[in-house]
């Protein structure tokens, strides 16, 4: 049986109401009209990931986003995001964010590419609806200018 | 989405969705060890023409310790309920 992480995050929040969860107003199913080996894969993070040089997130309502280069030579990866789970991930954000995973089944040719760039965000936000209306478009904005096929969130 | 927190999961139904039986924040494997990452990645790229409609979960064959033990999930515990 799956650990239950609602009970526990109830139990964190407390005195305060439980997170609410919203699952998105619109329908967000598209049809696969390429083979695995086709699509150009973008990674989706919400561990609020930045390189060095990029400005850092801003705990804990942050509605902005970071594009990172698919190169796994770009630099060194940072967390900003404010979890109390943060310690293992920062020593290989890797686990959360498998870039060197993806650009090797790119070269194996299980994959098509990936993309240049993948894209970064906090988690958490209690914003919703500016999220479902300012963020998500403008993710899908980059994706759609980077020709990817596959947007593939790794939630934190 | 490749996520580890199927409660959630299953209350947000995203489009195609592959749960791992890891802890939050180590979604794919332990710090260094590539091969599991690749291993991770592909199972969850392999289930994408196996999704036929949307609010699909489907379970990936991981598990955190070999033996299937379960004492990870105290230790997550603790550190959500932890003070910072």
Not at chain 2, 28 to 42: A, K, W
Request: no cysteine; hydrophobic share 40%.
């Amino acid at each position: 049986m799956a650990f239950e992480y609602l009970p526990v995050m109830a139990q964190s929040a407390a005195p305060k109401p439980p997170r609410v969860l919203v699952a998105p107003t619109k329908p967000a199913w598209h049809s696969l009209n390429k083979t695995v080996n086709q699509l150009r894969v973008a990674l989706l993070t919400s561990a609020a990931l930045r390189l060095a040089d990029q400005p850092p997130f801003t705990p804990r309502e942050d509605l902005s986003y970071r594009l990172l280069s698919s190169d796994p030579a770009a630099g060194k990866i940072i967390i900003d995001h404010h979890s109390r789970i943060g310690a293992v991930p920062r020593q290989d954000p890797e686990i959360i964010f498998p870039r060197t995973a993806l650009a090797t089944l790119a070269i194996q040719g299980f994959i098509g590419s990936p993309s240049p760039v993948h894209v970064s965000f906090m988690g958490g936000v209690r914003r919703q609806r500016e999220i479902e209306n300012e963020l998500a478009p403008a993710i899908a904005r980059e994706l759609k200018q980077a020709d990817v096929d596959l947007a593939l969130l790794v939630p934190y | 989405m490749v996520g580890t927190a199927l409660d959630i999961m299953r209350r947000v139904r995203p489009p195609r969705a592959a749960f791992v039986d890891h802890p939050v924040g180590r979604t794919f494997g332990r710090p260094s060890d590539r091969r599991r990452q690749e291993e991770i990645l592909t199972a969850a790229l392999a289930e994408l023409p196996k999704f036929t409609e949307a609010g699909q979960i489907h379970a990936l064959q991981f598990q955190w310790e070999s033996d299937g033990g379960r004492l990870w999930e105290e230790e997550l515990r603790a550190t959500l309920l932890s003070d910072r």
